[in-house]
């Protein structure tokens, strides 16, 4: 039997890239939110970063999707781009931006479930065990009795747990695509189909945001908002996908209560505490759990 090989320390490096500029998005994309509508800021999300993938995947992958893979991206589109942004930014406009960070460590849970339904990954004991560690690490970090069930507060908390099991069949769906055809274009086409359908419902708002009175920090939250949480991080994410696992990339997500409180700790002069570091350890532990067991496989 042969032993697991190594994870390439890249993927961990571009798993902690994504985490780290996914922690800003919910501070930046509720700052944007007091000036733009959640649709449009969805729409601006795909005009940037969809023709831009479409150029570069056209311009250096020279593999091409055929026949069925086109229903495949479809999908992709539907659930990662679609589905996900919409749910996610909407959602966040009837939340709090706690909420939304606690609410996102669900990914890992649906994506084991979803992994499990499909058939596309073998859930084992140690994977399992490893999940939960992160999970619960997450969750006493971010204090979930900080959870708020205001009425005001539903609609958007169900929006975004709903993102997240979205995001969840996405990372799931897309790991037998690409191991035949290259991340950028896999991420290319499922922009264009998920992008369409953003568009389309996105286009009346679009038309109405005022672009000429917006501050130039709206302006700034926009471009981090296009650039990281966008263009980025859904080409690292894909990319990361093809090299280890769904239950990997989903369980890093579980690290963005580490990089918002190491946020406070700079630049609001918190401190980590008993629960912080207790917190950290168990996601730590987690995912160096499931990387010891799935990869290689």
Same mark, same amino acid.
């Given at each position: 039997? $042969?032993?697991?090989?190594?994870?390439?320390?890249?993927?961990?490096?571009?798993?902690?890239?994504?985490?780290?500029?996914?922690?800003?998005?919910?501070? @930046?994309?509720?700052?944007?939110?007091?000036?733009?509508?959640p649709l449009s800021v969805?729409? /601006?999300?795909?005009? @940037?970063?969809?023709?831009?993938? /479409?150029?570069?995947?056209?311009?250096?992958?020279?593999?091409?999707?055929?026949?069925?893979?086109?229903?495949?991206?479809?999908?992709?589109?539907?659930?990662?781009?679609?589905?996900?942004?919409?749910?996610?930014?909407?959602?966040?406009?009837?939340?709090?931006?706690?909420?939304? +960070?606690?609410?996102?460590?669900?990914?890992?849970? @649906?994506?084991?479930?979803? !992994?499990?339904? /499909?058939?596309? &990954?073998?859930?084992?004991?140690?994977? *399992?065990?490893?999940?939960?560690?992160?999970?619960? %690490?997450?969750?006493?970090?971010?204090?979930?009795?900080?959870? +708020?069930?205001?009425?005001?507060?539903?609609?958007? $908390?169900?929006?975004? =747990?709903?993102?997240?099991?979205?995001? +969840?069949?996405?990372?799931?769906?897309?790991?037998?695509?690409? =191991?035949?055809?290259?991340?950028?274009?896999?991420?290319?086409?499922?922009?264009?189909?998920?992008? *369409?359908?953003?568009?389309?419902?996105?286009?009346?708002?679009?038309?109405?945001?005022?672009? !000429?009175?917006?501050?130039?920090?709206?302006?700034?939250?926009?471009?981090?908002?296009?650039?990281?949480p966008t263009l980025i991080?859904?080409?690292? $994410?894909?990319?990361?996908?093809?090299?280890?696992?769904?239950?990997?990339?989903?369980?890093?997500?579980?690290?963005?209560?580490?990089?918002?409180?190491?946020?406070?700790?700079?630049?609001?002069?918190?401190?980590?505490?008993?629960?912080?570091?207790? %917190?950290?350890? =168990?996601?730590?532990?987690?995912?160096?759990?499931?990387?010891? &067991?799935?990869?290689?496989?």
């Amino acid at each position: 039997m $042969n032993s697991p090989r190594p994870l390439d320390i890249r993927v961990h490096l571009a798993l902690l890239f994504v985490q780290i500029s996914f922690g800003g998005f919910s501070v @930046f994309g509720k700052y944007v939110l007091g000036y733009v509508h959640p649709l449009s800021v969805a729409a /601006m999300r795909v005009v @940037f970063a969809g023709p831009l993938l /479409m150029l570069l995947a056209l311009r250096f992958d020279a593999v091409r999707p055929k026949g069925r893979d086109f229903l495949t991206l479809a999908g992709l589109g539907f659930f990662g781009v679609f589905l996900n942004q919409i749910l996610f930014i909407t959602g966040l406009n009837y939340t709090t931006a706690t909420n939304a +960070s606690i609410l996102m460590p669900s990914i890992p849970v @649906f994506t084991v479930a979803v !992994a499990m339904v /499909m058939g596309i &990954e073998r859930i084992t004991w140690r994977r *399992s065990v490893g999940i939960g560690l992160a999970v619960a %690490g997450a969750l006493i970090m971010l204090r979930v009795t900080r959870f +708020s069930l205001a009425e005001d507060t539903v609609l958007g $908390n169900i929006m975004i =747990l709903v993102n997240c099991l979205s995001y +969840s069949v996405f990372l799931v769906y897309a790991r037998p695509i690409l =191991l035949r055809i290259p991340p950028l274009t896999v991420i290319a086409w499922t922009f264009v189909f998920g992008g *369409s359908g953003i568009l389309i419902v996105s286009a009346p708002e679009l038309l109405r945001t005022p672009f !000429a009175s917006l501050p130039a920090l709206a302006w700034t939250g926009i471009a981090y908002v296009v650039i990281f949480p966008t263009l980025i991080n859904y080409l690292l $994410n894909t990319w990361a996908i093809k090299r280890s696992s769904s239950t990997l990339v989903a369980t890093y997500t579980t690290l963005q209560p580490v990089v918002a409180t190491t946020l406070a700790v700079i630049f609001l002069g918190e401190e980590f505490a008993m629960r912080e570091i207790l %917190g950290f350890l =168990l996601i730590v532990a987690g995912l160096l759990w499931i990387t010891r &067991e799935s990869v290689g496989r």
